[in-house]
C-alpha cells in the first residue's frame, strides 16, 4: 500500500512542470543560504510568509535585488519587519527584504528624505516605477535585526500579484536538506459525545513507536463513532539545527485519501485562522503546536486540499481499519505513520458531572456582557463556535475565560471610572495581566468622558492599571557640555516601566532630528551624517511621552568641529 501511494503521488507532484519560473531569481545573499525559518511554519497567530535566512551571527551583508525591477514600497516601523523594501519585477512578482539594518545609499537617501519631510523615524512610502529603479544583481540594502526580529537574519519573501506570499523555493532557490522531518507526538480526538478512543471520550495522546525505517506507528486503538488526528512535526536541513515547519501532510484511510494540507501559498487575510488549525488550548498551556488532520467550522484556509469529511474517519463496530500520516519537506524527504484503529463498542464510561460556567456565548450573534463598571461586547463571529465562557467581575478586575479559545477579530471591553478624582482618570489604563504574578501589561486605550475603552483579541483576566511615573532618558556614550567630534552618533537609553513608551521627539538646536528607536535595546540613536548639527555649539532636546501622557524632557549641549 505504502508503495502504491508513492508511485501516484510522484505521478502527480513530483513529475509535473512547475508552474514557477525556475531561473528568473537569484538569491538574495551571497553566502551559502541556511534557513532559521521556513515558508508558512508554524508562528504566533500566524504562518511564516518567507524564508528566515541565516546571516552569520552578524548583520551588515550585502543584500541583492533578486532581480531586476523597481522599488515599489519602503516601510519602516519600530516592530513588525522593521525596515522592509518591497521591489516588484516585470514578470510581476513581488520580492521581500526585512529586517533590514540600512539601505544602499541612493534608496538610504531617498528614504531619509521622507522620513525629514514628514518628522517621523516610521514612514511607508510607495515610489513610481520611474523613482527607484533597480538592476540585476544589484546591492539594494544591508542585512539587520531591525523589528521583531528575534537576532540578526534576512527575512525573504516573494509574493505574486495579489499580495499572496509563495514558497521562494518553488522558485529555484536551494536549500540543502536530506533529513527526513521528525514526528514526536500524535494525538486522537473524539468528534462527539457519540465517538470514543479507548473508551475516552476526550482528546487522547497515542504512544509513538519509532519503526527501522524512521517511520512510525502506534498500538492499535479501539474506537468507534467520528474520530480525527492531530500530529506535532517539525523538519531540520542539513546545516541548520533550527526546528522549521514541513511542506506537506497527507492523511489516508483505509487507503483513500482523506486530508491535505500543501504548505505552498497563502493570504494574509487567511493567516489568522492558523489558531483554528492548532490545537489552541495546547498550544497556550504546553506550548506545543499540534496540527490537526480535520477541518473545524471557521477554519477556511486556503492551504486544505482534498479534504473528505472534513478530515474525520467514521469508524464501525467490528471492523479493523488503518490510518496513515504522510509528512514532508520540500526537498521530498518524507516520513510516515500509521495508526491501526479496531471498530469497538466502549463500555460504560462514567463521567463527572461537567460544571460549565452559566454564561453562553453565541458564536454567530453579538455577545454583551455587564457587570459594575465593566461592560463587553463581543461583535458576532469573533468566536469559531458557541461555547461557555467564564466571566465574573471583582472590584476593578474582569476575567474573561481563559485564553484557551481561538479568536476571529478584536472585542471591546469597557470601564466606567467615573468614581475616580480627575487626576486619577488621566492617569489611568486597561491592562492585560499575564503570568503567575498577574504582571500588568498596557492595552491601547481611549478614554472618553468617564469611560475607558479597549480593543483586543485575546481572552483573559484585564484590570485598570495606574502610571504615575515618567519615562526615563539617559545619554548612553556622551556627557553634558563635553566635545563629540570625534563621535559617529548620539545615543540614549529610554524607559518606561509600566504603560511603555508612546513616542518621543528630538531637536538639535531647534530643528528635528531623526532618532532611530531599538524597543529591544531601549535605545534612541541619530547619525551625525544627517549633518543637522553644523553649529560648533549644540544644544539637543529628547521629549519622550509614555502611553498615558507622562512625559520627560532632556537637555544636553555639546560641542563639535
Not at 528 to 557: P, Q, R, W, Y
Request: net charge neutral; hydrophobic share 35%.
Amino acid at each position: 500500500m505504502k508503495y502504491l501511494i508513492v508511485v501516484v503521488f510522484f505521478s502527480q507532484f513530483g513529475f509535473s512542470q512547475s508552474p514557477y519560473p525556475q531561473d528568473y531569481f537569484r538569491h538574495p545573499l551571497d553566502v551559502t543560504l541556511v534557513l532559521s525559518g521556513t515558508f508558512a511554519e508554524l508562528r504566533s497567530n500566524h504562518f511564516h510568509s518567507g524564508l528566515d535566512i541565516k546571516t552569520q551571527q552578524r548583520t551588515g551583508l550585502n543584500v541583492y535585488s533578486v532581480a531586476q525591477g523597481y522599488v515599489s514600497r519602503i516601510k519602516i516601523s519600530h516592530y513588525g519587519y522593521g525596515k522592509a523594501l518591497y521591489i516588484t519585477h516585470p514578470n510581476g512578482y513581488v520580492s521581500v527584504y526585512a529586517h533590514l539594518s540600512k539601505f544602499s545609499p541612493r534608496i538610504e537617501k531617498y528614504i531619509k528624505a521622507c522620513q525629514y519631510d514628514k518628522e517621523s523615524y516610521e514612514v511607508e512610502v510607495f515610489p513610481s516605477p520611474e523613482e527607484l529603479v533597480i538592476t540585476t544583481d544589484e546591492i539594494v540594502a544591508f542585512s539587520g535585526n531591525t523589528g521583531s526580529s528575534g537576532g540578526p537574519h534576512l527575512h525573504f519573501e516573494i509574493r505574486d500579484n495579489q499580495e499572496r506570499p509563495i514558497n521562494p523555493m518553488l522558485f529555484g532557490i536551494d536549500i540543502k536538506d536530506t533529513k527526513p522531518p521528525f514526528l514526536s507526538a500524535v494525538y486522537a480526538y473524539p468528534k462527539n459525545r457519540s465517538s470514543h478512543i479507548d473508551n475516552n471520550k476526550k482528546r487522547k495522546e497515542l504512544r509513538l513507536i519509532p519503526q527501522k525505517d524512521g517511520d512510525y506507528t502506534t498500538e492499535p486503538i479501539n474506537a468507534l463513532g467520528e474520530i480525527g488526528f492531530g500530529i506535532v512535526s517539525y523538519d531540520q536541513q542539513d546545516l541548520a539545527t533550527n526546528k522549521n515547519g514541513v511542506s506537506n501532510i497527507q492523511a489516508f484511510y483505509n487507503g483513500n485519501k482523506n486530508f491535505e494540507m500543501d504548505f505552498k501559498r497563502f493570504s494574509f487575510d487567511e493567516s489568522k485562522h492558523i489558531n483554528r488549525y492548532i490545537d489552541f488550548e495546547i498550544y497556550k498551556e504546553k506550548k506545543s503546536r499540534i496540527q490537526k488532520l480535520f477541518v473545524q467550522t471557521g477554519n477556511t484556509l486556503s492551504m486544505l486540499k482534498d479534504v473528505d469529511f472534513n478530515g474525520y474517519l467514521r469508524i464501525e463496530d467490528s471492523t479493523n481499519n488503518i490510518y496513515k500520516v504522510r509528512i514532508r519537506d520540500f526537498k521530498g524527504n518524507e516520513t510516515w505513520l500509521t495508526i491501526p484503529i479496531k471498530g469497538k463498542t466502549a463500555k460504560e464510561i462514567l463521567e463527572a458531572p461537567d460544571l460549565k460556567p452559566v454564561t453562553y456565548i453565541y458564536a454567530d450573534q453579538d455577545n454583551a456582557l455587564e457587570k459594575d463598571n465593566i461592560s463587553v461586547y463581543f461583535p458576532k463571529q469573533t468566536f469559531y463556535e458557541d461555547f461557555h465562557m467564564d466571566f465574573s467581575v471583582t472590584n476593578d478586575t474582569l476575567k474573561l475565560h481563559k485564553d484557551i479559545v481561538p479568536l476571529k477579530k478584536s472585542y471591546t471591553i469597557k470601564f466606567d471610572i467615573s468614581n475616580y478624582s480627575e487626576v486619577d482618570k488621566d492617569k489611568l489604563f486597561i491592562a492585560k495581566l499575564y503570568g503567575y504574578y498577574q504582571k500588568p501589561s498596557y492595552i491601547s486605550t481611549k478614554r472618553i468622558g468617564n469611560s475607558l475603552s479597549a480593543r483586543t483579541k485575546v481572552l483573559g483576566t484585564f484590570t485598570l492599571a495606574s502610571d504615575i511615573e515618567a519615562p526615563t532618558i539617559t545619554p548612553v556614550n556622551f556627557q553634558d557640555g563635553k566635545w563629540l567630534s570625534k563621535l559617529n552618533y548620539l545615543k540614549v537609553k529610554i524607559e518606561d516601566v509600566l504603560s511603555g513608551i508612546s513616542n518621543y521627539r528630538a531637536t538639535i538646536n531647534g530643528k528635528w532630528i531623526l532618532m532611530e528607536y531599538d524597543y529591544k535595546k531601549d535605545t534612541l540613536t541619530y547619525n551625525f551624517e544627517d549633518n543637522v548639527s553644523v553649529e560648533t555649539e549644540n544644544n539637543l532636546k529628547i521629549i519622550v511621552t509614555d502611553n498615558v501622557g507622562n512625559n520627560t524632557t532632556f537637555e544636553a549641549t555639546f560641542f563639535r568641529k
